[in-house]
């Protein structure tokens, strides 16, 4: 590593306390929050080797001080940047990680040697506001070590393990096209992608209770085409007439524009949450179903096996299966099988 290289990841590891909240959109369009502590994995592990993870209060700040229990029975706690390193087990196909009400997931690949990567996998579009993954390979596992840049901007690494990161952008990220840089002991990365940020318009002029209207979702940074999730937060004082959770399709072109159909139904503020949806990840998501089978009580086994098996056979029917592994994570009590039907939801 060079000296501008070692200052960059100090530099990151001061803005990380601070900076997170500051992401957060407080006004009255939320991009990421959470009721309790967020609990955030890189999406693939090694076994038997380090990683990193990293946990968010529920003001989306890095949470130092925090206990997180492993499936293994570990438990680690996070330091002063809200992040800790762990080992991943030798065997074992995924790992579950909890603290605080909080539960999350994580693949966990088999030990391959390290070689520098011939690709490196990241979302083609990544929102301003929230966190994204890179992937490749010969990373040690500990974010302290590495340190990734947007248009030489630095960007904040939340998590990691030997063949991804998860990263949030800094405040100097700005909507367009962008050079991504990954830098680490014996591995330089380089890569593109496009940055893009939500922003929204109330009706105007304001509407009174009992009238309709229409929120404006415009996305800056790209002119094509993207899936939007939209998700009322409020229902109690602005409904989506169409349901309190939508998918919606952007317009395109210079303006891009998505709309959703609201109606007040009492004065107040209100908020709602809006993300672009990523490319579905067909693998992962079939492996954390696969994963579920053996925690489902008998009842839902035979449907959790025949979701896996229709997601390899007919990869196009990705819509309708979102929204049954969605029915099925909602009908199942809080735990390891939730998480990870949530997981595989997630991944499609």
């Known amino acids: 590593m060079t000296g501008s290289s070692g200052r960059d990841q100090r530099r990151s590891v001061?803005?990380?306390?601070?900076?997170?909240?500051?992401?957060?959109l407080s006004a009255r369009m939320l991009q990421a929050t959470s009721e309790t502590l967020t609990i955030v994995l890189p999406p693939k592990l090694m076994a038997g080797h380090p990683a990193t993870l990293a946990v968010l209060?529920?003001?989306?700040?890095?949470?130092?001080?925090?206990?997180?229990?492993?499936?293994?029975?570990?438990?680690?706690?996070?330091?002063?940047?809200?992040?800790?390193?762990?080992?991943?087990?030798?065997?074992?196909d995924y790992l579950l990680a909890k603290g605080s009400g909080a539960e999350a997931a994580a693949?966990?690949?088999?030990?391959?040697?390290?070689?520098?990567?011939?690709?490196?996998?990241?979302?083609?579009?990544?929102?301003?506001?929230?966190?994204?993954?890179?992937c490749g390979a010969g990373l040690r596992g500990n974010a302290d070590e590495e340190s990734v840049k947007l248009n030489g901007q630095p960007a904040l690494v939340l998590a990691s393990s030997p063949i991804c990161l998860v990263v949030w952008p800094g405040p100097s990220a700005q909507p367009g096209r962008a050079a991504?840089?990954?830098?680490?002991?014996?591995?330089?990365?380089?890569?593109?992608?496009t940055l893009v940020s939500l922003e929204f318009s109330p009706p105007h002029p304001p509407l009174s209770p009992g009238q309709q209207g229409k929120l404006v979702i415009r996305t800056l940074g790209s002119s094509e085409k993207l899936e939007i999730v939209a998700q009322n937060r409020t229902p109690e004082v602005l409904r989506f007439v169409r349901g309190d959770t939508q998918e919606l399709l952007t317009g395109g072109g210079p303006e891009n524009i998505a709309t959703v159909a609201v109606q007040v139904?009492?004065?107040?503020?209100?908020?709602?949450?809006?993300?672009?949806?990523?490319?579905?990840?067909?693998?992962?998501?079939?492996?954390?179903?696969?994963?579920?089978?053996?925690?489902?009580?008998?009842d839902s086994k035979h449907r959790i096996v025949e979701l896996a098996l229709r997601l390899a056979q007919h990869?196009?029917?990705?819509?309708?299966?979102?929204?049954?592994?969605?029915?099925?994570?909602?009908?199942?009590?809080?735990g390891d099988l939730q998480t990870l039907l949530e997981a595989a939801e997630a991944a499609l």
């Open 14 to 24: 001061r803005m990380l306390v601070g900076l997170l909240g500051a992401l957060v």
């Open 265 to 298: 139904i009492s004065s107040g503020d209100f908020s709602f949450s809006a993300r672009v949806r990523a490319a579905p990840d067909l693998v992962s998501a079939g492996r954390y179903l696969w994963a579920a089978v053996p925690l489902a009580p008998q």
């Open 107 to 134: 693949l966990v690949d088999p030990a391959v040697a390290q070689t520098e990567p011939s690709t490196v996998a990241l979302p083609p579009i990544v929102s301003l506001n929230d966190r994204f993954w890179i």
């Open 180 to 193: 991504v840089s990954v830098e680490a002991p014996g591995v330089q990365w380089s890569a593109s992608t």
């Open 57 to 92: 209060g529920v003001d989306g700040r890095l949470a130092p001080a925090v206990n997180v229990e492993l499936g293994d029975g570990e438990t680690i706690t996070t330091d002063r940047t809200g992040r800790a390193v762990f080992h991943v087990p030798a065997d074992g």
């Open 315 to 334: 990869p196009r029917d990705v819509p309708q299966m979102r929204t049954q592994v969605a029915k099925l994570a909602q009908g199942t009590v809080s």
